[in-house]
């Protein structure tokens, strides 16, 4: 069983930088997959980014070159570096874990916080 709890959201003006954090219990995050997705009002929860346990990274083209995952598993966190920000960035931020495989659907992560609302005005 992992629990995640996400922080860092907020309202940032476009162009504006956000780091958010994900902390996970358990004794074996270095094992998990680690996922990000975002869901704006209205739609549906997209993909994001995603990382495994030894530090490879696959993101969706809308984010490429302006976020950034990593992971830090001594403190069993991982981190959405956001840059760059556009308003269309604007929606709740989630985390999510799986051991089943580096996948970028929601279907594949069995776990989720509860989401933190990220911001961008114009």
Do not use: H
């Amino acid at each position: 069983q992992v629990q995640l709890v996400e922080s860092g959201g907020g309202v940032v003006q476009a162009g504006g930088s956000l780091r958010l954090s994900c902390a996970a219990s358990g004794r074996t995050f270095s094992n998990y997959f680690m996922g990000w997705f975002r869901q704006a009002p209205g739609k549906e929860r997209e993909f994001v980014a995603v990382i495994s346990a030894i530090d490879g990274t696959y993101y969706a083209d809308s984010v490429k070159g302006r976020f950034t995952i990593s992971r830090d598993n001594p403190r069993n966190t991982v981190f959405l570096q956001m840059n760059t920000l556009k308003p269309e960035d604007t929606a709740n931020y989630y985390c999510a874990a799986t051991r089943r495989g580096m996948g970028t659907s929601a279907r594949v992560f069995d776990y989720w916080g509860q989401g933190t609302q990220v911001t961008v005005s114009s």
